[in-house]
Structure formats: structure tokens, C-alpha cells
């Protein structure tokens, strides 16, 4: 796929448009995105890799309504962030965005059931209780729901924050360097459940990342310098992406 081929909007789970972001002005401004325009189709796993200071974070807090842009539009699903109140982008992210961060962000007095259901405990909604117990299984997280984040691994606590991510079935998963704090075998077992979530659940991921690896687990993966799309991959594996960070000077 590439960012000119046309597409009904419903096959799209995110879109930005000529996205722009500055940090500072003046002589300590910082243009970290200038003018991206991409589209995240729907069922499909996108890695977000480059250079450090390429704007690969940035894109992602912005896509994710996290940080405010300065210029461009984003829309999730059929709905623009730039025209929501924060009451209503609260309510959107807690519903229609998942995130996974490197750092869990667990709270320690909370189960990992309670963690689990804690975003749509929040906005006041009620999980279905089949595609709770569909994930919890899937993540292999039966045994450990009523134990805390301290009685729990690395990688558990990474399926936990997972599980929180997919329990509204949202329009997309933001995964911030998902492996960062895990060990290889815990890693590799989160990409591949990130990658089944896309394939047999049908969710939409887009994960950033610094590494190859993790990279080529991923159907596409978007490379960024300098605040601009560089380079669009399909079917990555660790080899090309590695090539084009060499080539972007990363």
C-alpha cells in the first residue's frame, strides 16, 4: 500500500493530514513534523521507526491525541480531534484508543483485573464479559487477575496492559516501545500477541519502535528523518528496515 492509493474512508483507522508540530519559537524553535500525511488502514500492524529526533514519537502522541498539533488534521475513525473538547477527547481515548507503553503504567494497589478494566470503568462503560474472558485467556492471564503489578512479571505485566488496551475493541492500539523493558523471550511473546490481535482478532496496532526485530513483526512499517515520511515498507523484515535506517543515518 502506499499513501496515494485511494480507499473507501471506513478502510481507514487513522489518517493525518499535512500534520505539522513546532516546539519553541524563535531560535529554539523545533519543527518535529512537517506536513506528514498518512493513513492507518484498519486489521493492519504499522511500525513507526527512524532516526533519533526523526518526529517517529511525536507522530504517534499526535495521531493518538495525546499531544496538541500545530498544524494539519488527525481523525479517528470518522472523527477529527482538532474540533473536541477535552471532555470529548478524554472519552475517545478511553474508548476508541489502546495504549502500550514501555513503562506498563500499571497502578500498584489495583489487580490486574482492575487495571484491566480501569479505562471503561472510567468512562462508565461495561466490558463485554465473553471478549474479557476471550483476552484474558488468549494472554494466558486466568491465573493472575487477582494478583497486583508486584506479584507480577515483566512480561506479565505487559499482557495485563495489553489486555486494558484491547478490552473496548477500540479503533486502534498505540504501542510506544512495547519490549523496552522486557527480556527477549517476553518481547518476542508480546510482538507476536500484538500481531495476532491484528490478524485474528482484527485490530489495528501501530507500534514505535527503534528495533529492526520488532519492526518486522509488523505488515508495514513508516520511516521518518527530519520530521518527513522517508520511506514506506510493506512486509518488512529486521534486513530492509535495518538498510533504510543506514540509509536515513540512523
Not at 504517534?60 to 477529527?80: F, W
Not at 496492559?161 to 473496548?168: D, F, G, P, S
Not at 511473546?189 to 527503534?210: A, C, I, K, W
Not at 518488512?236 to 540512523?250: E, F, H, Y
Request: hydrophobic share 40%.
Amino acid at each position: 500500500m502506499t499513501l496515494t492509493t485511494a480507499a473507501p474512508p471506513r478502510q481507514w483507522a487513522v489518517q493525518t493530514t499535512d500534520l505539522v508540530k513546532v516546539y519553541g519559537s524563535g531560535d529554539t524553535e523545533v519543527r518535529a513534523l512537517d506536513g506528514v500525511t498518512v493513513r492507518f488502514e484498519r486489521g493492519r500492524f504499522t511500525a513507526i521507526m527512524g532516526p533519533s529526533g526523526s518526529g517517529k514519537s511525536t507522530l504517534m502522541h499526535c495521531a493518538a491525541g495525546l499531544d496538541a498539533v500545530t498544524g494539519g488534521t488527525v481523525r479517528i475513525g470518522g472523527t477529527e480531534l482538532g474540533g473536541l473538547s477535552d471532555r470529548a477527547l478524554t472519552r475517545l481515548r478511553r474508548v476508541s484508543i489502546g495504549f502500550v507503553f514501555q513503562s506498563f503504567n500499571l497502578l500498584p494497589t489495583l489487580t490486574a483485573e482492575q487495571n484491566i478494566r480501569l479505562p471503561l470503568d472510567l468512562a462508565g462503560v461495561r466490558p463485554d464479559p465473553a471478549w474479557f474472558d476471550h483476552i484474558v485467556d488468549v494472554l494466558g492471564l486466568a491465573d493472575r487477575l487477582r494478583h497486583t503489578p508486584s506479584q507480577l512479571s515483566g512480561g506479565q505485566q505487559q499482557r495485563v496492559a495489553c489486555a486494558r488496551a484491547l478490552l473496548a475493541r477500540p479503533e486502534v492500539v498505540f504501542a510506544d516501545e512495547p519490549t523496552g523493558n522486557l527480556d527477549s523471550h517476553s518481547g518476542a511473546e508480546l510482538l507476536d500477541f500484538l500481531r495476532r490481535s491484528v490478524h485474528e482478532l482484527g485490530q489495528t496496532v501501530v507500534m514505535v519502535t527503534h528495533d529492526p526485530v520488532a519492526a518486522g513483526h509488523a505488515d508495514r512499517a513508516l520511516l521518518l528523518a527530519d520530521g518527513r515520511l522517508a520511506a514506506d515498507l510493506t512486509d518488512p523484515s529486521a534486513d530492509s528496515v535495518l538498510d533504510q535506517l543506514k540509509r536515513l543515518g540512523g
